[in-house]
């Protein structure tokens, strides 16, 4: 049987399937490496890292399973980052990652002097997109920008890697602050703001499109034939793809390192107030996106302060106290994006008493989690969508008791897809369809991906959490101005 293998290049590990054609899980593994945070609020990553991850991640996924059967490789990867080549195809310094909160004011700048960005990208400028960064890069790091020979995101560093071609897809792209969404093409007007020139930036392709074949190096290194290579996808619209999110309206929240609400549209639209991304989707229309930065990683700090290992032992119980929880959490750990676009927003827990248990705090980090995607999924209804059902994926979706805060937080039934690697598995099903196993995406979707579970919303505990969801909001609000004199 033909198989393919689907990466998802996240911000802590890299997750590699092994997927049959009938869309059979057949092998998985996973890969971590480091994020570095040079100062307060920075984030970065060495892209070399990603490869050595990759590299032996595959070997070790192809160890049991012949190797020549392999047919494609799709990519799924975190969004927004700046990798910078130099003429020698050498990476000039390290990756600046989507969470990177440096570039405030170039955000400022953009936002300000732009008077029509939204009109030349459907989006207005956030903290992690790629645009700011390049002029941060521009007037921090003079020496280093002018010798950018090639601009590429994350996951297209590892396609130019294993195939040698340049080429983004539209999703990635999208977020960069750079294309022109509804054009879906560079924006001249950004480029030259950004000091850019087109032959810098990748050649753009549908994320089902072949990029190349893999390189003699890694087909030898893997034992394989000749394998084609997907362009890809950023993460959220792989793991859309992966999850079944292929049709208009439909909604996708992932629970990884951010947290995303992701809703599917075949035309083309604009949040009025830019508090949703606008970007082209994996299946070649569109979506609509809110975005938060902390997700997940909320409980692994949390975790982590604690000195815990045993996650479910912490979560135990802690449904009793659901929608009577005292305590609440802002979940701001790196600024925030949707719908704030906060970089100075900072986390804080709030509420406590003598009284207040470990338990109790745990419960609140993952409702404060859920009342920010709660932010994003109101922002999605006021632009006339109808969200009454995500599917949800991401690590944190492993969680029963995160499952059932999201159903009743937000109000929605919650579907849990069969293989819950939603970006990994959506680029293998990039791959098949870059082979020609599947006329389409949607065709994919259709044969490939069902679900295993619906949590249904409890109507008690959704009313119980109304009210702590606006206790929420208040205290955001009410904070705003004392975290930018932080």
């Not at 990476?91 to 953009?110: H, M, S, Y």
């Amino acid at each position: 049987m033909n198989t393919y293998i689907g990466i998802d290049l996240g911000t802590s590990a890299v997750k590699l399937l092994l997927v049959g054609e009938d869309g059979k899980v057949l092998a998985r593994e996973s890969r971590v490496y480091p994020v570095m945070y040079p100062h307060s609020g920075w984030s970065e990553q060495d892209p070399d890292e990603w490869i050595s991850a990759v590299e032996s991640g595959i070997s070790a996924l192809l160890s049991d399973f012949g190797p020549k059967d392999v047919k494609g490789i799709g990519c799924g990867g975190q969004m927004h980052g700046l990798v910078a080549l130099d003429g020698d195809d050498k990476v000039i310094r390290p990756c600046i990652l989507w969470n990177d909160g440096r570039t405030a004011k170039e955000t400022e700048f953009i936002n300000s002097t732009v008077k029509n960005i939204s009109d030349l990208t459907a989006n207005i400028a956030f903290a992690g997109f790629t645009a700011p960064k390049l002029l941060w890069l521009r007037d921090n790091e003079p020496r280093n920008f002018a010798r950018i020979k090639k601009i590429m995101l994350p996951k297209d560093y590892l396609t130019y890697r294993l195939t040698g071609e340049f080429c983004t897809d539209f999703s990635d792209a999208s977020g960069t602050l750079l294309l022109d969404v509804k054009k879906g093409d560079w924006s001249e007007d950004m480029c030259r703001l950004c000091g850019v020139k087109r032959e810098q930036l990748p050649k753009l392709l549908q994320s089902y499109e072949r990029a190349g074949a893999l390189k003699k190096k890694y087909a030898d290194m893997w034992g394989t034939g000749e394998v084609i290579v997907a362009a890809g996808a950023g993460d959220n619209a792989a793991a859309a793809v992966g999850t079944g999110n292929v049709h208009d309206g439909d909604c996708t929240i992932s629970l990884g390192t951010s947290g995303t609400v992701f809703v599917s549209q075949d035309n083309f639209s604009v949040d009025a107030n830019n508090a949703l991304h606008s970007f082209r989707h994996a299946n070649g229309k569109f979506h609509l996106m809110g975005c938060i930065l902390s997700a997940a990683s909320c409980n692994a700090w949390w975790m982590d302060v604690l000195g815990a290992k045993d996650m479910p032992a912490e979560q135990r119980g802690c449904e009793q106290r659901m929608g009577a929880n005292d305590v609440i959490f802002l979940p701001y750990l790196m600024g925030e994006r949707s719908p704030h676009n906060d970089v100075n927003a900072r986390c804080a827990f709030i509420g406590m008493r003598p009284d207040t248990t470990r338990a109790d705090m745990t419960l609140a980090v993952m409702e404060g989690v859920a009342f920010a995607l709660r932010d994003c999924v109101e922002v999605a209804r006021t632009n006339g969508l109808v969200v009454s059902r995500a599917k949800l994926c991401g690590g944190g979706a492993a969680s029963p008791l995160w499952r059932a805060v999201i159903a009743d937080v937000c109000g929605l039934k919650v579907d849990i897809p069969l293989v819950e690697e939603g970006p990994a598995y959506g680029a293998s099903m990039l791959a098949m369809t870059a082979c020609g196993a599947y006329a389409g995406v949607e065709e994919a979707a259709a044969a490939l991906v069902s679900t295993k579970e619906t949590i249904e919303p409890d109507p008690a505990v959704c009313a119980a959490y109304e009210g702590r969801y606006k206790l929420f909001r208040a205290l955001y609000a009410a904070l705003k101005d004392t975290f930018a004199r932080w």
